[in-house]
């Protein structure tokens, strides 16, 4: 063997020292003055961020005041919904509206008991004689901010607007708002020289601005409400550049105390940083008989310790194997699971009934998917449903599941009230009030057929959804006798409690055919990335449309497997075929 000329210890010491008088000398004459550099710009970039925060805050509380106002102005009416709106924002104190100088309505939350209310009403109205605007005003003692806008006005505590501020003594807030300042009492007029140096959303020197004592400011300001307003957060330049010095010589003193206790250390223990490599290289040798139940216990908390942790890792991963097979193995059951609970939320795929028969074709893109669709018959009135979620999985299929308890909650109301199935508007209103009361980003298109047997009457509705094709019957067809059901587009669910819906009537004689269907199938794609299109779509539909509807759909989703060529859909796949009897 060979003899030891070098210790490892020996030349750890060495290196070890080499490296930190290098790296002492280099930090003493160079990077102390870095350090003052980068600390001092940390602080103007610390305001310039805790102003964005404050301008954000701002702007949205004033932007939700204003939503409140419209809030209690649409629930006339309903006492319930005003004070559910009052419930939800326990610093809104009361609403007024009046028609000139006559006050036509208030409301008070209990939080204003205490108050002359009807001194509070007048001194109210002539402070707010402007269009629109926000104010923080005093009454009784106690401070207010006031937001109206037209004949509306609604009162908040004094510290609505500073109640989401950052807790700190370092930074002062200000919001100038059309030349007053709202959130202080210092005149809004002190702040026009800053506001003048056309410097928005950076942190800046400022010594125009005479404060109290007369110091100056490192100053960060930011437009909101669409240049109406001005966030401004301002600190003692003084007081900041202090601490940072303060920072920068309690580091450079731990720096030093560090490297005094790493060379005495490495002088006393140097032998223990030869160790773990013993201990690493036995490990390696159980390794390699198969003794995977061995652990390398390391804690010197440097490489050798990673390197020790991936040793015991790779055993880990060896031993637990089959466990981790069995728990992908239960998941993919969990999933088939709920494909299957998906499944059962639709109809049979084959219809028929006194005014239609129809044939449907569902394919997920994954083990759950976001199409849906719904059939509902009561009392001579037949209702179709079909439904897009945006995306697909297991998101849209949660969505999908929420539709589906829509379409249960149909079939209630249809029981009390059929009339309610032969309005396609007010069922797309019912869904999307669904849809919008579950907090969720996701959004769906949708069509919706009803069709009354007793007056042989039938409208649609349409939300935003690829248009169904009506298509008269012909012995011969063209393209151009295509009729796309798309009057009166409305939004898509779930983008707004104010979404409204029309209908449009459908007119349809024996023998025509309605084929609704979801973008998955035109967008499905073939090994070349070349989608199926409309244009072949159409073709296929021309071809087989003297055919069942349960042959044409056979037909028409033969043609597109055919075309993908195996390659599986990007995006689920729904389609209808429908003949009118």
Request: charged content about 25%; glycine content about 6%; aromatic content about 12%.
């Amino acid at each position: 063997m060979r003899k030891i000329v070098f210790p490892i210890h020996v030349k750890l010491i060495g290196f070890t020292l080499a490296i930190l008088a290098g790296s002492l000398g280099f930090y003493v004459f160079y990077a102390i003055d870095l350090f003052k550099t980068d600390k001092i710009a940390y602080v103007f970039e610390s305001v310039s961020s805790q102003n964005e925060q404050i301008a954000q805050i701002s702007a949205s509380k004033v932007e939700s005041a204003f939503e409140a106002s419209s809030f209690l102005n649409q629930a006339k009416n309903s006492t319930r919904a005003a004070g559910e709106v009052f419930k939800s924002r326990p610093l809104l104190l009361g609403f007024l509206e009046y028609s000139g100088d006559k006050l036509e309505r208030s409301i008070f939350a209990p939080a204003a008991k205490g108050v002359n209310l009807e001194a509070f009403r007048k001194f109210l109205r002539d402070q707010t004689r402007s269009e629109s605007g926000l104010k923080k005003i005093n009454f009784e003692e106690r401070e207010y901010f006031v937001f109206w806008k037209n004949n509306y006005l609604t009162v908040w505590k004094g510290d609505y607007l500073s109640a989401g501020f950052p807790d700190s003594g370092l930074y002062s807030y200000h919001l100038l708002i059309n030349d007053k300042n709202v959130l202080n009492n210092q005149d809004g007029a002190l702040f026009q020289s800053v506001r003048a140096k056309d410097k928005m959303q950076q942190a800046f020197v400022f010594e125009g601005l005479q404060t109290k004592s007369g110091e100056k400011l490192i100053v960060a300001m930011q437009p909101i409400l669409e240049g109406k307003g001005v966030a401004f957060t301002a600190t003692n330049y003084q007081k900041a550049i202090e601490a940072s010095l303060e920072l920068r010589n309690k580091s450079l003193f731990f720096g030093f105390f560090v490297a005094g206790i790493v060379i005495f250390l490495v002088l006393l223990f140097s032998r223990f940083f030869t160790r773990p490599i013993e201990k690493l290289f036995q490990a390696s040798q159980k390794f390699s008989q198969r003794d995977f139940a061995h652990r390398v216990q390391l804690s010197t908390g440097d490489e050798l310790s990673v390197l020790g942790d991936s040793f015991n890792h790779m055993a880990s991963e060896i031993t637990h194997y089959m466990d981790e097979m069995k728990e992908k193995t239960r998941l993919e059951n969990e999933l088939k699971t709920a494909q299957l609970v998906q499944e059962s939320f639709f109809p049979q795929d084959l219809i028929e009934s006194p005014s239609l028969k129809l044939k449907a074709f569902y394919r997920p893109a994954a083990e759950c998917g976001g199409d849906w669709w719904g059939y509902v018959e009561k009392q001579n009135i037949e209702a179709l449903i079909m439904i897009d979620v945006t995306g697909h999985g297991t998101a849209a299929a949660l969505v999908t599941a929420v539709i589906h308890n829509s379409l249960t909650a149909l079939k209630f109301i249809a029981d009390k009230d059929p009339e309610f199935l032969k309005s396609p508007a007010k069922i797309m209103d019912f869904l999307n009030e669904s849809l919008c009361s579950v907090d969720v980003n996701l959004y769906a298109s949708a069509f919706v057929m009803a069709v009354d047997n007793q007056t042989n009457q039938a409208f649609y509705s349409n939300a935003s959804h690829n248009p169904p094709y009506q298509i008269p019957a012909k012995n011969e067809l063209k393209k151009s006798d295509f009729i796309p059901l798309m009057k009166e587009l409305g939004p898509r669910l779930g983008e707004s409690r104010k979404s409204s819906y029309g209908q449009t009537r459908l007119e349809a004689d024996k023998g025509e055919k309605i084929i609704l269907f979801t973008d998955g199938l035109i967008e499905c794609e073939n090994r070349e990335r070349k989608a199926y299109g409309t244009r072949r779509f159409v073709k296929k539909i021309i071809e087989v449309f003297s055919e069942d509807p349960a042959i044409m759909t056979h037909e028409i989703v033969k043609d597109v497997f055919a075309f993908s060529e195996g390659v599986e859909p990007k995006d689920d796949i729904t389609l209808i075929c429908l003949e009118v009897k």
